[in-house]
């Protein structure tokens, strides 16, 4: 069965683009029991976060839509719902957040708890960023080689084990074996910020 909104207790991500051009990321992960706002810095790309409760940690994810939006919706110029964030790469003058719309339960009850979902719809989210500098051609055919790789149907991923080694792993899924994660460096703007478990460990 695949899903979009998923069930209470699912992992819900909302990326949020204001009129302002502001990109915000809102994650309620289903192994936290609170929100956190990710902010895209709309210069350099790069993402913030600062665990700071009332301004990106909130109890729910309508309150944080509501502190982002100030409680006006029309503010929002788009809004994508997600099941799972893959990866977020800031190439030149474009940032690129790759999405799980829709992700089947593959394996849905493993033994000792926790799920297999394989990624059914994926979308990439490009947006421009301020630093206004000529991209070559080497860097608008990487995000050109990135947006036309065909993800749905092939990758898949636990929240909560370690699927890169035979069952069961000793390991978390926080420390995959390397040789087997498709998504390293398109996970690391997450590492940096504290918050490694916000991009799921991605397996073709």
């Excluded at 992700?103 to 421009?128: H, L, R």
């Excluded at 909560?160 to 899924?173: A, L, M």
Aim: hydrophobic share 35%; aromatic share 8%; with cysteine.
């Amino acid at each position: 069965m695949s899903s979009t909104v998923g069930r209470p207790g699912d992992t819900s991500i909302v990326v949020i683009v204001l009129e302002t051009d502001e990109v915000y990321i809102i994650a309620s992960l289903s192994t936290r029991n609170d929100t956190q706002v990710i902010y895209v810095d709309p210069t350099t790309g790069n993402l913030c976060h600062t665990a700071k409760k009332g301004h990106d940690l909130f109890v729910s994810e309508s309150e944080a839509l509501n502190h982002i939006t100030d409680g006006s919706r029309w503010l929002c110029k788009s809004t994508t719902h997600a099941r799972a964030i893959m990866g977020y790469a800031a190439l030149g003058n474009t940032g690129m957040l790759l999405l799980a719309t829709k992700v089947t339960a593959t394996i849905p009850n493993m033994p000792g708890g926790g799920c297999v979902y394989t990624v059914s719809d994926s979308e990439w989210i490009k947006f421009q960023l301020q630093n206004a500098y000529l991209q070559g051609k080497g860097e608008l055919k990487n995000i050109q080689e990135l947006a036309e790789l065909d993800i749905d149907g092939k990758y898949y991923f636990s929240e909560t084990r370690d699927i890169t080694r035979p069952f069961p792993s000793k390991y978390s899924v926080q420390s995959p074996d390397l040789e087997f994660v498709w998504n390293t460096w398109l996970s690391l703007p997450f590492k940096n910020i504290g918050l490694p478990q916000h991009c799921v460990v991605l397996l073709q």
